[in-house]
């Protein structure tokens, strides 16, 4: 599969810059910032519906004033179509309204209960974010270590508990929920690769507790769609050592 | 219209209280407490679109084993039908998962955009209801008063100026938004009776400052099938004496 992403990896637009013209006819557009798990779900639904989508990084910190006539909270990602005249924000929202304007390789189920049980079934899993997040707090904080790493392995050992096949949309294929939670999964990932006494296994990742989701892990992180919508090991690990030091530069790597 | 709801106003079930049969077949049901702006979402969609609905009151504070089976975190609203095998949860969901299952009298947009749109609206002015709970908060610790009135009409402002046509539907017949908002806007017109130097009018709720909200706080509140999923004034004001002071009575008025 040839990615149907251009320009993920480019420099952030930051405040100063002008607004780029407006995507084509037929082109989708999102903004982005290349380490961001939010964004990166619509970009790996993107490429898993080969979509052809020009990604636009925003610099967070230094964000254009034009950027929030694209998101009123000025955050990403935002989808914009229709040669401008379209906006559509929120990660969890703009996958589901690829699979409504294009229902021809629609990823989630059409039947309704099915459908809700795997929004659901991610409002559940999205608590591994927020462990997440305190174990980078944890970072500046060793008085709060333990704390912080018990609520992940908690978090991870609840996401072990509720994939029962072999991927999150409970059929034989990846789905919403596999693509939209990948992101998530994979920043405590990264972080295994810096933080001491880390609780989740770098090797096998996240370790032999929780050997369902290790084969997803695995699995999942090696589709050409996740793949084509992902930064590669490296790159995020070395964005992580600055991030966790309340310093992040958007532009690594590039 | 006769209310399709049944059982609205019935002591709620708490911990030691036996589990009910499930809902015959064909019957929905919505698990519920009183004075809840989040199940009233629920209640008020399902008396819009005729759903022959009963209801079912939870005590929030003596919650019974069994009703985590219903909603995994114990909260309200939860829908349940299918004699008892189908549930569903959220109160932005329900109503969407009615629309998608009942789709002969749709309220929500079938256009995929104009329905993002509401959902995005609907994420807007939802900042009304951290507002409210800021000036409940005051109503315990004066010191904070002026600031948390002050957030409160802002949100307020905000919703003014969101409202553009007679209903934030953008139609002239009321929809999601304005079946999902009106219950916290309520909250506040309830807490104008009770609360000193409170910054929204009681008459004319919210006031004069607020015109297109005024007149749409009027209207929506006198729909036949807001009315039927609503509690009446002075029974949520009455219900608010307590709240305010942290020991709510969730059979208040029974």
Request: charged share 20%; hydrophobic share 35%; proline share 9%.
């Amino acid at each position: 599969m040839t990615s149907t992403l251009t320009g993920y990896n480019t420099e952030t637009l930051k405040n100063g810059d002008p607004e780029p013209a407006p995507p084509a006819k037929g082109t989708f557009r999102i903004y982005n910032m290349r380490f961001c798990p939010w964004a990166q779900r619509a970009l790996i639904y993107a490429a898993a519906k080969n979509i052809p989508t020009e990604v636009v990084n925003i610099h967070l910190k230094e964000k254009p004033d034009w950027y929030f006539s694209k998101h009123y909270r000025g955050q990403v990602p935002a989808l914009e179509h229709d040669e401008g005249k379209k906006h559509i924000i929120e990660s969890a929202v703009i996958p589901e309204y690829l699979d409504d304007i294009f229902p021809e390789n629609r990823i989630l189920p059409t039947d309704p209960y099915e459908k809700f049980q795997q929004k659901l079934l991610l409002d559940r899993l999205v608590a591994v974010a927020p462990a997440f997040y305190g174990a980078v707090q944890s970072a500046g904080d060793p008085s709060i270590r333990a704390e912080k790493y018990a609520a992940l392995v908690k978090a991870f050992e609840e996401a072990e508990k509720l994939l029962e096949g072999e991927f999150y949309s409970g059929t034989s294929k990846p789905g919403y929920v596999d693509y939209l939670i990948y992101p998530n999964i994979q920043r405590s990932y990264w972080l295994s690769h810096l933080l001491p006494e880390f609780p989740l296994a770098t090797s096998g990742f996240p370790g032999p507790k929780f050997p369902k989701l290790a084969k997803w892990f695995h699995t999942v992180g090696n589709l050409p769609e996740v793949v084509a919508g992902s930064q590669p090991t490296e790159t995020g690990v070395g964005f992580f050592v600055d991030y966790v030091k309340g310093n992040p530069d958007y532009n690594f790597g590039l």
